[in-house]
Each structure stands twice: as structure tokens, then as C-alpha cells.
């Protein structure tokens, strides 16, 4: 009798020594129920196809469905104030690094701060902005040089493009036009699509597309790519110069992750950057990457914070000279 009671303390220490543990692992922070991805814009575009195509890639290692909810309006403002107004509870994430986060802000007051209202959990991916102007067999102009001087040479004549007042591609020219001390004609269009269709007709002479949006129109010869606003050259296009080696300290890529209200816990943010980063990781997205032509765009979310914010405050810089 002695000997049984002696087991079952033995057994009762073991488990409770154990306990601890074995709550710690069942009381880590998973999803209970859908998790919402938002989208400020329409469905087909390249925010939506990068959102959908890593919630398909995340699919096996989330145990609740992730769910794409489309909200466009104001260039993606709409969506960020529905998320900075959420419950930080790790259920509900915006796609954000465009407009919506390092330009509009910077152009007219917003219902969210950029810098504040979020928890920023990873960055997916970092495209390029190409500069270009129409092609063909006499291209407007030969290299971006061409176009500076044209446009020294009659100020306020050479008309470019925009997906609207406030957005990225519209500041990319601001920044342009006080780093190259030029005055540009600014012709908003309600989106990256009629602006780039715009060029084509010849409505306008310059114009500024995340290498994403342009498919194969460089390629065919139906645009000629000036310069692009990254870091380094694109792989898709590695004999277009960056605007530094052109003298033009201007980056402005045109990035996309996941962020979330502020006040999400360590315990969600690295929860569900460790399931994005694994989805980055499969066949799923490196076929996306490879078919955009982009090298891996990851940051964890502090790093795509600072690049964020990095990108507002030079935008607000330039407004300010203006």
C-alpha cells in the first residue's frame, strides 16, 4: 500500500512540475476565429493579388481561414481607418506601405496617424517605381535627362501622370521636381491603370507605375523606362539606372505587408509574422514572385515601420519646400 502511494505522488510531482510548461505551450495566443486581411482597393489589383496569393501560400498553417475583405475608396485610406479603429486582437490586419501610409498623410489629414494607429507585423513586398515615357521607334525621350531639360527649358509644360491627388506616384514627382529644380504639370487620373493608358495615348508625357502594374509594355517597346525610385535595379529591368546613380536621391518603393491596430501583443505580431514568413517560404509564393519579376521584398515589422515612416517624412519635407 505504501509502494502505490509512494507512485501516485511521484506521478502527482512529475505533473505538476510539468504543468507549468504544458500550459505555457496551450495558452500561446493562436486565432479562434477568421482572420479579416483588408484591401483598400478593388479587387484584381496588385494589392489584392499580393494579399490573396499569400493568404492561399498561409492556408495550411493557420488553423482559421483567412479571409480577403475589399475595401477600396480614397486610395486605401478607408481600409486604414476601419483597421486603426478594429480590436487589436490579432484578428484583423490591412495591407498597407502605398498611399495610404507614406503619402496621402502627408497631403491632407487623415482619421488614423501613420506612424501610431498601427502595429506593423511584416513586409511582404518592395516593387520599384519605374519613371517612364512613351516609346516606339522615336521614344519622347532618350533617357531622363532629355526629359529634365525639356522640361527646364518650357517650366510647366511636360505633363505627368498620377493615380490621383496625394498618392505615391504623384509625390514621386514632387520629390523629382525639388531634387532636379523643375516645375512639372501634374494630371491626376483615378488610378495607376487610366494613367499609365493616358501615356499611351500621349495625353501625358511622363509617368510613374510600380513595376507590377506595367506587364510587358517596357518590354514590348511600348514605354521606355527612364529611371526607378528603389534602392537597386530591378531584376525584371536591369539596364533601367536608379534615380541615385542618376544623381537623385529619391527611394520610394512602392511597398505591401500586413500591419494591425496598435495595441496587438508581442504574442500575436510574432504569431502571425512567423505564419506570413512561412507562406513566403513555399512554392506557392515563389511562383508569384517569380512571374512579377521581384526579388524577396521581406522586413519584419519593425524595419517595415522605419521604411515607412522614413518615406512620409520626406514626402512631408518636399510639400513643405514647395
Given amino acids: 500500500?505504501?509502494?502505490?502511494?509512494?507512485?501516485?505522488?511521484?506521478?502527482?510531482?512529475?505533473?505538476?512540475?510539468?504543468?507549468?510548461?504544458?500550459?505555457?505551450?496551450?495558452?500561446?495566443?493562436?486565432?479562434?476565429?477568421?482572420?479579416?486581411?483588408?484591401?483598400?482597393?478593388?479587387?484584381g489589383g496588385g494589392s489584392d493579388i499580393i494579399a490573396r496569393t499569400i493568404a492561399e501560400a498561409c492556408a495550411p498553417l493557420v488553423p482559421v481561414p483567412m479571409v480577403v475583405v475589399n475595401r477600396p475608396g480614397a486610395g486605401g485610406a478607408l481600409a486604414a481607418e476601419q483597421v486603426a479603429r478594429a480590436a487589436p486582437d490579432g484578428h484583423t490586419l490591412v495591407i498597407h506601405g502605398g498611399s495610404e501610409s507614406t503619402s496621402i498623410p502627408a497631403h491632407r489629414e487623415v482619421p488614423y496617424d501613420p506612424k501610431t494607429s498601427f502595429r506593423a507585423v511584416i513586409r511582404l513586398t518592395r516593387n520599384g517605381h519605374i519613371l517612364s515615357c512613351k516609346g516606339g521607334d522615336q521614344p519622347r525621350y532618350a533617357n531622363l535627362a532629355a526629359a529634365i531639360a525639356a522640361a527646364k527649358a518650357d517650366p510647366g509644360s511636360i505633363a505627368h501622370g498620377s493615380a490621383g491627388v496625394g498618392s505615391l506616384s504623384h509625390s514621386i514627382f514632387i520629390l523629382l521636381e525639388r531634387?532636379?529644380?523643375?516645375?512639372?504639370?501634374?494630371?491626376?487620373?483615378?488610378?495607376?491603370?487610366?494613367?499609365?493608358?493616358?501615356?499611351?495615348?500621349?495625353?501625358?508625357?511622363?509617368?510613374?507605375?510600380?513595376?507590377?502594374?506595367?506587364?510587358?509594355?517596357?518590354?514590348?517597346?511600348?514605354?521606355?523606362?527612364?529611371?526607378?525610385?528603389?534602392?537597386?535595379?530591378?531584376?525584371?529591368?536591369?539596364?533601367?539606372?536608379?534615380?541615385?546613380?542618376?544623381?537623385?536621391?529619391i527611394v520610394a518603393?512602392?511597398?505591401?505587408?500586413?500591419?494591425?491596430?496598435?495595441?496587438?501583443?508581442?504574442?500575436?505580431?510574432?504569431?502571425?509574422?512567423?505564419r506570413f514568413r512561412q507562406g513566403m517560404q513555399t512554392p506557392t509564393?515563389?511562383?508569384?514572385?517569380?512571374?512579377?519579376?521581384?526579388?524577396?521584398?521581406?522586413?519584419?515589422?519593425?524595419?517595415?515601420?522605419?521604411?515607412?515612416?522614413?518615406?512620409?517624412?520626406q514626402i512631408r519635407a518636399a510639400l513643405k519646400r514647395s
Avoid at 287 to 307: C, I, K
Fill in 1 to 43: 500500500m505504501m509502494r502505490i502511494t509512494r507512485r501516485a505522488m511521484l506521478g502527482a510531482t512529475g505533473a505538476a512540475l510539468a504543468a507549468p510548461a504544458y500550459a505555457q505551450q496551450i495558452g500561446r495566443w493562436q486565432p479562434t476565429r477568421p482572420i479579416q486581411l483588408i484591401v483598400g482597393f478593388a479587387p
Fill in 179 to 249: 531634387a532636379a529644380n523643375v516645375e512639372l504639370l501634374h494630371v491626376p487620373y483615378t488610378g495607376g491603370g487610366p494613367a499609365l493608358q493616358a501615356l499611351l495615348a500621349g495625353q501625358t508625357q511622363l509617368n510613374v507605375n510600380a513595376t507590377d502594374e506595367l506587364g510587358d509594355q517596357v518590354n514590348s517597346g511600348a514605354l521606355k523606362a527612364l529611371a526607378i525610385a528603389s534602392e537597386q535595379r530591378a531584376p525584371a529591368y536591369k539596364d533601367v539606372p536608379t534615380l541615385r546613380e542618376l544623381g537623385y536621391d
Fill in 253 to 274: 518603393d512602392n511597398m505591401k505587408g500586413w500591419v494591425g491596430p496598435a495595441g496587438m501583443t508581442d504574442e500575436m505580431v510574432t504569431y502571425l509574422h512567423d
Fill in 285 to 313: 509564393w515563389a511562383r508569384f514572385m517569380e512571374r512579377v519579376g521581384e526579388a524577396d521584398g521581406y522586413a519584419d515589422g519593425p524595419t517595415f515601420q522605419r521604411a515607412m515612416d522614413t518615406l512620409l517624412d
